[in-house]
């Protein structure tokens, strides 16, 4: 089985697999990851103290934050203890342990209650589980396979409260026929999957609800596959356009820092989320300014609406289950990114607790994408015996892109830093439709509107059907300081005064909320407004409070799950509003809860934010759920087209002026 899973995949689960100390930069900061010497002293710290052995497994070696304030009092050159949180799978069950990697000790160990993140190796075991089970066998048997005509996704089975969930670890395996071009996913095997528990290791339910013709076409997109399709053409060769960067870098990479223009930062990857970037400042002329202490992916729900008996669990917890760090793929250079940018490995750590590298797993450039920065035409400055050309600037931008494959989809996260102050966080998702086998060929087929109920049609005997995709993003805001507030501004109708002509007219009424029930947010077209960030306690020039605007653009999925009575929606419920706001805490780092595998919701960012705890005038954190809903078509086939979601950052009231204003025309 391993054969057919991708190299990436292979090389994580591959042990003994160690990246030397000198393959990264050494330590250099206390947010930085964890280097790969540092993931072993872990392993090895556990084992001298007897906690481990060779047979455990660890779904999660991560970096134990220092304290807010001592990282923000750090000076560079100075010592900080290193220490690394640690989910471990023993012989006599679950721990999870805070291990001192500069004092070699283990200072907790407890039992875990929550179930951790999926283990690579537990894939595969469910996998294997499924392909030996004499009744699963039979029902490949039945449609004319044998095992090794196929390959089996196991897929996270979801939580539904009922008795038989108890004590089990569980994974849904469904699978696929051997692919014979490179689309791994277009030949589902459909009406027949497997129940496995990973805990007992055993396969506790076979469930065939009848057999479904296999699809006939392998719909490979590889270029020299679809060059010899006949129902395709290939586009002709274009002549090349492309970004070139022909002086030189203007970033700086030291380490975990980046430099760039006014902006300053740090980065590192954790398993869970993926790239985390941290003490993000920009520098007005006047030196550095804290805007964020700390933004990162904090959760994705992806839920299928299709009720029926193979489909209703696929509700998928990407970060939490799986891991965005760990499914981190390398870039490709001149296709993910310009072929000038800078790549960056990733340290991730393997099911046996050894570090292993993903190459090129960031990359970070500049582009100028063809637009003004900003421009004026003066029109009463021309005379015809001196035109004077329009005055303006062109717009320069740094991305920090990533790329997690998880399962069948692709997506890509940037943050984008621009030279007017803006940050956009943007997620592009890509790769291909998960998809259904159907009897249907074609929409005038008498199956076709049975079997199109919850999705469409896009190719002969495949439906995909519809979804959701929820991505949250926490947003530690420091505006000039940890004392932060969070308001609405609404726009919203006013009185016409007397006198004018007018009848019309429309003002802004501000919203301050004192506490976290009352900082929840559904942003709505119907009832515009402006949601930001500000430091009460400092002023601009001007008299103004120092802020940040978050303009949710495209980004806002309305959601009608109901989060109170349907389980996948209750263990994700912080869908049911775009902006949430709580006071700074340290262990509250992801919306979904600590342990999001077969979770209940009680630990989640909703359950949270009941305490109703102080968010005005205090270190707060906001909390933004973008996403949006996805009902196939047939141009999503074989492979999508990327689609852009987003937010922007925008300084309100932060600068004293247009920073873009000082930008020079290149040399």
Known sequence: MISILKPSARRLLATGVVVLASALPAISHPLDGLSPTEISAVVTILKDDGKVDADSRYPLIELKEPEKLKVLAWKEGEPEDRQAVVNVKTKEGV??????????????????????????????????????????????????????QVFCLPLTAGAFGTPDEAGKRLMKVPCYVNPTQSNFYAKPIEGLFATVDLAGQKVVEVVDTGVVPVPEDGWGYGQEEIGQRKDMVLAPAMKEAKLSQPGGANVSIDGSLINWDMWSFRWR??????????????????????????????????????????????????SGEYGFGIF??????????????????????????????????????????????????EIFAQTPEAPVPAEGRPATELVVRSASEVGNYDYLLDYVFQQNGMIRVMIGATGLDAVKGVASQSMKDPTAAEDT????????????????????????????????MFARTGLVAATAPEGTPRRTFWETKDEMPMTELQGRYKVNPATPAMYHVMNMGKETKLGHHPGYMILPENSVAYSPLDVVNDPPARRNAYIEYTFWNTPYDPEQRYAGGEYAFQSDGKDSLPEWVKQDRNIHDTDIVTWYTMGFHHVPHMEDWPVMSTMWKGITLMPYNFFDHNPSITIRNPS
């Not at 039979?138 to 449609?143: C, M, N, Q, V, Y």
């Not at 000038?340 to 570090?355: N, Q, R, W």
Request: aromatic fraction near 12%; hydrophobic fraction near 40%.
């Open 95 to 148: 721990f999870k342990g805070l291990v001192d990697i500069s004092n070699k000790k283990v200072l907790s160990w407890e039992a875990v209650t929550g179930q951790p993140m999926l283990l690579l190796e537990e894939f595969l075991g469910a996998m294997s589980l499924a392909l030996g089970n004499p009744e699963f066998v039979a029902g490949l048997e039945k449609r004319g396979l044998k095992p090794d």
């Open 269 to 318: 990857v954790d398993k869970r989320p993926g790239v985390v970037l941290s003490e993000i400042t920009a520098n007005d002329g006047k030196g550095p300014r804290s805007v964020l202490y700390q933004a990162n992916l904090s959760e994705v729900f992806v839920p299928y609406m299709d009720p029926t008996e193979g489909w209703y669990w696929r509700t998928y917890m990407d």
């Open 328 to 377: 981190l793929s390398p870039l490709t250079a001149g296709v993910d990114c310009p072929a000038y940018a800078k790549f960056l490995p990733a340290t991730v750590h393997a099911d046996d607790g050894s570090p292993v590298e993903i190459p090129n797993a960031i990359c970070v450039f500049e582009r100028n994408i063809g637009d003004p920065a900003w421009r004026h035409y």
């Open 453 to 484: 109920k919850y999705g469409t049609l896009i190719a002969p005997n495949l439906v995909a059907p519809n979804h959701d995709h929820f991505f949250n993003f926490r947003f530690d805001f420091d505006i000039d300081g940890q004392k932060n």
